[in-house]
C-alpha cells in the first residue's frame, strides 16, 4: 500500500489520491459496509476515470471518496468509511472535502442513495442536498431488488 500522506482532513486524518496500490483495501472497506459491494474492476475502472481518494489514519486505509465532474454537473460516485471509523464525522469530512473541491467549478453534485440507507440521508440532508428524483430497482437487495433516491446539492448560490 503507498503511503498516506497529502492534506490532512481531520486532525489524525490524511486524504489522498488513490492509487492501484489501494484497490484491495478499497475492496475490503466496500464488502465490509456495502451488501452488494463494487468489484475490484469496478474501483481500477474509477480510478481511471474518475477523482479518487482514499482516507487515512497513519498508514492505515479507513476510507474512501469517489467522485466525476462533466462541465458542472459533479457526481458521487462511492464514498465509505470503515465500520469501525464510523460515528466520527468522517464521511461528513469526505462529503465536504468534495464539496469544497468541486464550489468553484460545479453548480450542482447529484448522488444515489439507497432508499434504506437512512444514515446516509441524514448525512446528505444536512449538507444541503434535497431528494429530485427516483431510480425503481436501481440496486439489489436482500430481497430482490431496492430503489435509489436521486438527490442533489445546488452549489450555484456558493
Not at 12 to 35: M, N, Y
Not at 111 to 120: D, H, I, M, T, Y
Amino acid at each position: 500500500m503507498a503511503e498516506c500522506k497529502v492534506e490532512n482532513i481531520r486532525k489524525g486524518f490524511t486524504l489522498r489520491p488513490a492509487t492501484v496500490d489501494d484497490i484491495p483495501g478499497l475492496f475490503k472497506i466496500e464488502t465490509e459496509v456495502s451488501p452488494f459491494p463494487w468489484s475490484s474492476k469496478q474501483f481500477a475502472e474509477s480510478l481511471r476515470n474518475h477523482r479518487s481518494f482514499v482516507l487515512c489514519k497513519g498508514n492505515r486505509l479507513v476510507g474512501f471518496l469517489i467522485f466525476n465532474q462533466v462541465l458542472d454537473e459533479a457526481e458521487l460516485l462511492n464514498i465509505a468509511v470503515k465500520t469501525s471509523f464510523q460515528g466520527e464525522g468522517l464521511g461528513a469530512s469526505l462529503l465536504d472535502y468534495c464539496l469544497a473541491e468541486i464550489a468553484a467549478t460545479a453548480l450542482s453534485l447529484f448522488l444515489e442513495v439507497r432508499v434504506s440507507n437512512f444514515p446516509a440521508i441524514a448525512l446528505y440532508e444536512g449538507r444541503g442536498f434535497r431528494h429530485v428524483g427516483e431510480r425503481k430497482a436501481y440496486y439489489h437487495g436482500e430481497n430482490g431488488r431496492e430503489d435509489a433516491w436521486i438527490m442533489r446539492c445546488d452549489l450555484s448560490h456558493a
